[in-house]
């Protein structure tokens, strides 16, 4: 076995383990790797041994390997902060955005007139530092949602502040999960997805309802 194929074989028991101790069904919860900085080769041998879901954080980066790779064979995740004037190249290389979080970028990804997921992200501890938006954006950003044809509102995501013991994590994940049924209810939608929980805190967010785990250090090893 490659050495991502065995890592590959490591992340999915952990899933399955934390699903098992959740109550959940391990079908439920979509692996995501996480390949910034991880070249088209590596990418493919994490094809090869199964990852159905890439994710990445840089247009350029993310265009190069999906020319090298080829679109269908797998769905294409942007899980990177998009620059408003880079937006327009989202629709050609993704399947899903997780990174929404103005309503100017719902405008302008619906005037494609292209079906597309996205995910709000929400910066859920309230840190300067980070994008996502906060509460009442999120407000903001549903009313727009529910008015579109073409981009379909599926879930939320959220970067729970960094800390030592990802048991610290544990009362981001669980608020995320309490601000998608709060948006479905005010909004009148119906969004599933809940993409949260990276490699060292994964288990703790299927305890809280993760749809979507984006690993990516446990599957490609430290990144240079
Ligand atoms: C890099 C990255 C990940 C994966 O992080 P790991 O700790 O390497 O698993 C997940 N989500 C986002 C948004 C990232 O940029």
């Given at each position: 076995m490659s050495d991502i194929a065995e890592s590959l074989e490591a992340v999915r028991a952990r899933i399955r383990q934390a699903c098992e101790a959740a109550g959940?069904?391990?079908?439920?919860v979509r692996l995501i790797?996480?390949?910034?900085?991880?070249d088209a080769g590596r990418v493919s041998e994490a094809i090869s041994a199964g990852v159905r879901d890439i994710g990445e954080n840089y247009i350029q980066e993310a265009k190069a390997k999906i020319e090298a790779?080829?679109?269908?064979r797998v769905r294409w995740h942007m899980i990177g902060h998009v620059q408003s004037n880079k937006i327009k190249y989202l629709p050609a290389l993704f399947?899903?955005?997780?990174?929404?979080?103005?309503?100017d970028m719902l405008d302008r990804l619906e005037r494609y007139e292209k079906p597309i997921d996205v995910l709000f992200e929400v910066n859920i501890a309230g840190e300067p530092s980070k994008s996502g938006a906060d509460i009442a954006g999120l407000g903001k950003i549903m009313e727009k949602a529910r008015?579109?044809?073409?981009?379909r509102p599926s879930g939320l995501m959220t970067m729970p502040p960094f800390t030592a013991d990802p048991e610290d994590a544990r009362p981001f994940f669980r608020r995320l999960r309490e601000t998608l049924a709060e948006m479905n209810k005010k909004y009148g939608l119906d969004m599933k997805e809940l993409s949260m929980g990276m490699s060292s805190d994964f288990e703790i967010a299927i305890e809280e309802g993760a749809t979507m785990v984006r690993v990516g250090t446990a599957l490609f090893g430290e990144r240079s």
């Open positions: 959940r069904d391990p079908g439920d790797a996480a390949a910034k900085t991880v790779i080829g679109p269908a399947d899903c955005v997780h990174t929404v979080d103005r309503p008015t579109l044809r073409y981009v």
